[in-house]
């Protein structure tokens, strides 16, 4: 997630895991992927405009086993490339991974016109996806605003499925990482946090604010992560960023909507989404089967920080549904 230049990227909520920050290990978690398969699909608009999405499958070899399903990985943003969530597919072994890049940036198509874009929008774009890449049993996993799009997938699922539309489609669980409820309320903690690191430092730079606040809470690494500050340098500029979505609170889905697939909604001790934010997932989660994760030491990057740790918790996790 970006916000005005800061790039923001068990069942007991009581459960918390230790996040290592031995920095030198963590720098060199970036190892080559293979068996991949790339490629474009096309999605449509409401005024009949099609765009290409891009995509990049991590052993495509294994995309329908039933012993290990695959995971869709949804990037934040919004419109910052997937390629910072890569190294999942280092730290989650055999399970294809797909990536893709949303409307609006990376390899994807970027219109200028700005009506292209929403999230409703970009949850047609991700059934799409599926259905033309032919995958019908998942697990949905979101970093920050993918948080957001991932919830309101499953949503539109939901909904969907009992009104009978549903297509046969499966997804097994999911995982929210770091994904905000309220983005009024992020801008509300955004200052409140950039004032606590400030206070009594009159002579601070805007430059040495932008670090301070990095390493405290986007990502506690020395030095910022290759593969993420790339990431950030080629974000879209179209729809990016808390302003796209500047008016979203999540809400639940109607009454009787089917259930939601069980979820597990983490955040690093020192992310700028709110331990609050993440708590109130649960009153909009349609599921009895919600977990927490507070991962000690970790802020919004949690993955590039401590990666073995990491994927630990996300395989075992999905390993739980499939």
Partial sequence: M???????????????????????????IL?????????????????GSTYKLAYRIVRPMNLSSMQAAPIVALHGGPSVPSNYLYPLADIVPYRSIIFYDQLGCGKSDQPTDITQYSTNDSVSDLKILLKKLGVR???????????????????SIATESKEGNNDD?????????????????????????VEDLTEGKDDISEEEVNELFRVTHQCRLEEMPKILAEA??????????????????????PEDASRMPSTLVMRGEYDFVSDEQIQAWKENLNTKFVRYKTLEGCSHHAMLENP??????????????D
């Fill in 308 to 321: 073995e740790m990491y994927g630990e918790i996300v395989d075992s996790y999905f390993g739980e549904y």
């Fill in 137 to 155: 049993r998942f697990h949905l996993y979101g970093q920050s605003y993918g948080g957001i799009l991932a919830y309101e997938y499953m949503k």
């Fill in 169 to 193: 489609v499966k997804c097994l669980s999911a995982i929210l990482s770091g994904a905000p409820t309220n983005i009024p309320q992020i801008e509300k903690d955004f200052v409140s946090l």
């Fill in 31 to 47: 190892k080559a992927t293979t068996a991949r398969g790339e490629g474009t699909i096309e999605v449509p608009r409401s005024d």
């Fill in 2 to 28: 970006i916000h005005q230049g800061y790039a923001f990227t068990i069942p007991s909520s009581s459960l918390t895991t230790t996040c290592n920050n031995n920095l030198s290990r963590s720098q060199s």
């Fill in 232 to 253: 950030y340098e080629n974000a879209g500029t179209v729809w990016m960023g808390t302003e796209a979505i500047a008016d979203y609170i999540a809400k639940p889905p």
